[in-house]
């Protein structure tokens, strides 16, 4: 029963088209013909055009850019962790709140990781208590924003220095390297039967995303999540948990950035107290170029997963080049700025035209 | 929020619900202040030494560029939106800004500044110009933005790096001067103290300041009560980045050494000191004075942890932790505001 009416809220607004639909991010208003569904196929065409275009201009640039060991080494391997983090941060965003503090989860759990190794702790029961904390870690937030009702943004601003200054605590400035290999190889060697291509993040980022894909447009939770996000008080009347629902997704972005914490750290052999803790800005913005809006409710997992991979490829591009490595984040800003520029600029062009018609007559009656 | 409430309905009710207000407004920055005493009290009586000049010379020379910045990002967080470039465009104005003293023989000292003010407003200007010409969400085009204006730092500066020597000395006392009798205080401290009054002036007094919170407290109904919304926000981005960029200068004067990471990661620290100073992270409610004291305590109490020999490693869980309590504090006063107002209506309604 719950997911029709989720679904049928959602689709009642949308063929609706409020007035605030132009300031959501999306080039849907072109009239009444142009539902969701048009505007979600024609950003991920451009998505995947994108990474045509990403994987050409690669294989142009460098011989080495489609090579096996480039594909692990700077693709599979490099951003494993980030592309991991994207899936839980699609279904906050989608749902219209947002964690800041998943980066600073990775590096408390990298953290702790190390903490409890050098104290002798046994590997499986730290890898059980490191996620257990992250979820903590999530629900807190969670707890937070849904039961004293502030907003996600200012809690997890405060979660993000806040669990950052615990790594800070439980480490110090001390380095832990001793891992064993059978756990640092999984950070490094490639997963078997794949043919050296994929990294054991990487794989573990493929199932994930099948999981969270089902999750997200298959079931009623997923459906929930959407409705969340795209009218609060709509999906609460339709039924809907919200607080629920929102506090688990908290709580699943807390494991999640547990999880790529362990796999930070096995990667390095090194836990750090600030392991990772600048990935949450690229996490956020590779999820808005997969065309999730920030206001929630509108967005697909394929259309994230895509932006991953042109994300990842066009770096990967530009590092075989001589581009300045320390600048390869302008492919973020300029990737950002295109996905929300490209969807806005034939309303914009519109608009100004609206404006040059109205402006004449109008300027004429004044005077 | 509440300061547009306090001055709207006229008749009888509005001097009583005014004055309510008021008073729990001037509590909201009093409870700064508080915490602040507070804390200069607790820590002094443990170790007396945190209060002799040196040392508050050192809160007023870390508090003062984030205390800048905080107005700056008021300006833009009132309006329903948000900044997150300002630690980039500190970070290319510092570096542009100090070189000019290597490139430009006998480059005055006002000229720098002056470049750096125009590098930060040009940036600001085409935030503002992306936000509202184009309708787009201002948490994703400065978060673009914040990369871009960091990559072309990186580029242009390269391997490159301005060394303290290659400033002028007059520039890098800027800083720490101060006058002779009360040397705790520098000028600059001063000069920002006179700055953020008098934004706060403009802002609480002059119109298009009003008209600032009025677009975030509702911005549908701002633009129906005739209020030109793109042109305000227009105008906060450009303040913003102005900002920012004559903080640029003033941080290549405190550290001397520019490098390509100058300011970084500043973005989420000035939007955490604008949280605690009590102004809304959804817009429409908040002051450039509390902003600015926001940045204080958050400098104090980094310099009493380190003057009280409790490891840097706590700072951050502390920062994090009082952030949490602000905001907690500020939601608790301002449900307890809307209760009580609509209590006093109702009353004068019947």
Known sequence: MRPEAALGATEATAAREPPSESQRGGGASKGPGYGRLKWLVRWEGALIIALIATIALGAVTSPEFLTVSNIFSNVSLLYGELAIMTLPMTLLILAGEIDLSIASILALSSSLLGYLWAHHWPMPLIIVCVLAVGVVCGAFNGLLVTRLGLPSLAVTIGTKTLYAGIAEIVLGPAI???????????????????????????VIFIVLAAVFGTVLHATPFGRSVVAVGWNKEAAQFAGIRVKRVKTSLFM??????????????????????????????????????????????????????????????????????????????????????????????GELMARVRRFYRLRSPVWQERR | ????????????????????????????????????????????????????????????????????????????????NVDLSVGSVLGLSAFLSANLFSQVHGMPIVGVFAAGLAIGLACGA????????????????????????????????????????????????????SWSRLSAVPYLAIVIAAVVAASAYCLRSFRPGRELYAIGS???????????????IFFAFVMSGGIAGVAGVLWAATYGTVDSTAGYGYELTVIA?????????FGGSGTVVGAALGALLLATINQALYVLGISSFWDPAIDGFLILVAISLDHWISVRLTSALRKRSLHHAT
């Open chain 1, 176 to 202: 832990i390297t001793n891992f064993p290999s059978r756990y640092t190889t999984i950070g490094v060697n490639p997963v078997p039967y794949t043919h050296g291509l994929l990294s054991y993040s990487g």
């Open chain 1, 252 to 345: 699943v972005s807390g494991l999640i950035g547990a999880l790529a914490g362990i796999l930070y750290t096995f990667r390095l052999s090194t836990a750090e107290a600030d392991n990772g803790i600048d990935l949450v800005l690229p996490v956020i913005a590779v999820v808005l170029l997969g065309g999730v809006s920030i206001f929630g409710g509108r967005g697909t997992l394929i259309g994230v997963i895509l932006a991953v991979l042109v994300y990842c490829g066009l770096q990967s591009a530009l590092l075989l080049t001589n581009f300045n490595a320390n600048a390869l984040e302008i492919v973020t800003g300029g990737l950002l700025l295109l996905s929300v520029l490209i969807p806005n600029g």
């Open chain 2, 1 to 80: 929020m509440s300061v547009a409430i306090g001055t709207v309905g006229p008749g009888g009710g509005t001097s009583g619900s005014r004055r309510l207000v008021e008073l729990i407004f001037r509590i909201r920055e009093f409870g700064i202040i508080a915490v602040l005493l507070l804390f200069v009290a607790v820590t002094a009586s443990i170790q007396p030494r945190f209060v002799n000049s040196q040392n508050i010379k050192f809160v007023f020379s870390n508090a003062t560029i984030f205390a800048l910045l905080a107005v700056g990002e008021t300006l833009v967080v009132v309006t329903r």
């Open chain 2, 126 to 177: 085409v935030n503002g110009a992306i936000v509202t010409l184009a309708r787009v969400p201002s948490l994703v085009v400065t978060l673009a933005t914040l990369y871009i204006y960091r990559a072309l730092d990186v580029i242009i500066v390269g391997g490159g790096l301005v060394v303290a020597s290659s400033l002028p000395n007059a520039f890098l006392a800027i800083p720490t001067a």
């Open chain 2, 218 to 232: 509702n911005p549908e109904a701002a633009r129906l009560a005739g209020i030109p919304s793109g042109k305000r």
């Open chain 2, 273 to 281: 000191a604008v949280v605690v100073g009590g102004v809304n992270i």
